[in-house]
């Protein structure tokens, strides 16, 4: 149990598109999602924290009109990337948590904008 | 505020010898402590967490962690490691059992034969 997909596994895009990464729990209700960012050789850095239903909370320097997230339902939550460019590629990584509970992490989403 | 360091961005051993990694922590409430293993490419994987039970945690593949208050440490062991353990590991804290974690630089683990 406690399985989080996310969708898709790697993207390339052409800079200035959008690109939507969704995150799923897939056999539990997940009442918080976290999005984190991880560059080459680096460690996780958390983006932001959505509940489901309500506006994401972001961390400080992630700038929120280009990191859109949404956490429509208990089991799925997108992160768009807005107007891409070639610094935003990375590694893209969502985690779900119940109630009580560890995180679950996602496999990861590897962005390149070209 | 909460901070995880750990020693040793690369620590390598032998198959079959002790593996140790360190982690030392600061947070201004009682810490949720986490180890996860991550596979190129792929996610993050919990190997095993404290949260106020033993002191002594006994993880999945053989992997235990001690928390130390006094030492602020959560140093990860492992008795006899194997070739498959070769991968990044991550220390994280907590202010809670599902918030969001603070997470180490990582330490790049290489197991020679």
């Known amino acids: 149990g406690a399985v989080v997909s996310q969708h898709p596994s790697r993207v390339i895009c052409k800079s200035g598109t959008s690109v939507k990464i969704e995150c799923r729990s897939l056999?539990?209700?997940?009442?918080?999602m976290f999005w984190y960012r991880q560059f080459p050789k680096q460690s996780l850095m958390l983006m932001a924290t959505?509940?489901?239903?309500?506006?994401?909370?972001?961390e400080q320097g992630v700038e929120k009109d280009k990191f859109l997230i949404n956490h429509a339902s208990l089991t799925l939550s997108t992160l768009t990337v807005t107007s891409a460019h070639p610094e935003d590629s990375s590694f893209y990584i969502c985690?779900?948590?119940?109630?009580?509970?560890?995180?679950?992490f996602g496999p990861g989403t590897r962005l390149t904008v070209l | 505020a909460q901070s995880v360091t750990q020693l040793g961005s690369h620590v390598s051993v032998s198959e079959g010898a002790l593996v140790l990694l360190r982690c030392n922590y600061s947070?201004?409430?009682?810490?949720?402590l986490f180890w996860y293993v991550q596979y190129p490419n792929q996610g993050l994987q919990l190997l095993l967490k404290?949260?106020?039970?033993?002191?002594l945690v006994k993880g999945i593949n053989g992997f235990e962690a001690e928390f130390k208050k006094s030492e602020t440490s959560f140093h990860l062991t492992k008795p006899s490691a194997h070739m498959s353990d070769a991968a990044e590991y991550f220390c994280a804290v907590s202010g809670t059992n599902a918030g969001k974690s603070t997470f180490g630089d990582g330490t790049t683990l290489t197991v020679k034969p």
């Open positions: 404290y949260t106020s039970a033993a002191t």
């Open positions: 947070s201004s409430v009682p810490p949720y």
């Open positions: 985690s779900a948590s119940r109630s009580v509970g560890e995180q679950f």
């Open positions: 056999d539990f209700q997940a009442t918080t």
């Open positions: 959505s509940n489901e239903g309500s506006k994401a909370t972001y």
